[in-house]
């Protein structure tokens, strides 16, 4: 009895090794996720707040890092150094552009769409249709959704982005060019953008009808390949903030208006342009592809590529 007791202790030792080794078989000591809270990220500031991804990574006793690079190409390096595991928030262009200059990334789900959060505004009075931008300086950031729009804009004009003169630059210092006449034309989004049109300034149009703009979580295809169990915490994690924004979207409101530092009536307004949808869709995945091929036409990658291949 006492051999057949210690056989079986000893098997139950092997299985609890095993388990051990199984939960340190990952690749990283700690989990690294972007924080951007703007333009309107409800659910990063609702998983902050929660403490949500703690929570999903404590078993496997991995703390969680936040990180506060908001730039797209700033996030894409830290990724590709190994400092982030995962980018919970970033433009499907910087993807597309990390993806063609053969960087190994994956897009694991969308994180929001919203075309009317992305604005073109003007200090002039005179500026009323695209034919009215010819010789015009814009200001705004290069290479993202907002350029996207811009390029639809004139377009629908007849026109190219060869016919304004184009300076790249941040929303913040787009907001204070236009604010200050240095600038005719100002592309900008969230907070900027109600704060501008607060202050009076004329709006040429949204992104609605003219872009499809897309924001994602993604992460490195090794990563994936390696710690899939991660992966699937990250999306349970993403999944529970959305279930807790539907049960609790006041509480949800108000925690992003404490931390963006915009009024209750401006969150408000702003929220019910998005959505928030994880799914990857046809539609999403067209999206993607549209701005793939915007890319490549306005020569900001060399050749198109196959989007199939970011997922």
Sequence with gaps: MKKKLAKFMGMVSIILALGACGKEKFTVNKIGITYVKAPLNVPSIVEKKKDIFQKEFREYKLPVEYSNLTAGPEQIQALASGD????????????????????????????????????????????????????????????????????????????????????????????????????????????????????????????????????????????????????????????????????????????????????MEAVEKMYRMYNFSPDITPEIRDSIRDTMKFLYENKMINEEIDINKLF
């Design 84 to 263: 982030l595991q995962f980018l919970n928030g970033v433009g499907a262009t910087s993807v597309i552009l990390a993806g063609a200059n053969g960087m190994d990334i994956k897009i694991l789900s969308t994180y929001s769409s919203a075309p009317g959060a992305f604005v073109i505004f003007t200090n002039d009075e005179n500026i009323k249709s695209p034919m009215d931008l010819k010789g015009k300086t814009v200001v705004g950031p290069k290479g993202t959704i907002l350029h996207e729009l811009l390029v639809a804009y004139l377009k629908k004009g007849g026109l190219s982005e060869s016919d304004v003169k184009f300076l790249s630059m941040g929303i913040p210092e787009s907001q204070s060019a236009l604010i200050g006449k240095r600038a005719d034309v100002a592309l900008l989004a969230g907070p900027a953008a109600y704060n501008v049109e607060k202050e009076g300034f004329k709006v040429l149009t949204t992104g609605v009808g003219l872009i499809k703009p897309v924001i994602v979580t993604a992460t490195s295809g090794k990563f994936a390949e390696e710690n899939p169990e991660l992966v699937n915490k990250f999306l349970e994690g993403q999944r529970e903030s959305l279930r807790f924004i539907n049960g609790h979207l006041e509480e949800a409101l108000e925690m992003t208006s404490e931390e963006t530092g915009l009024p």
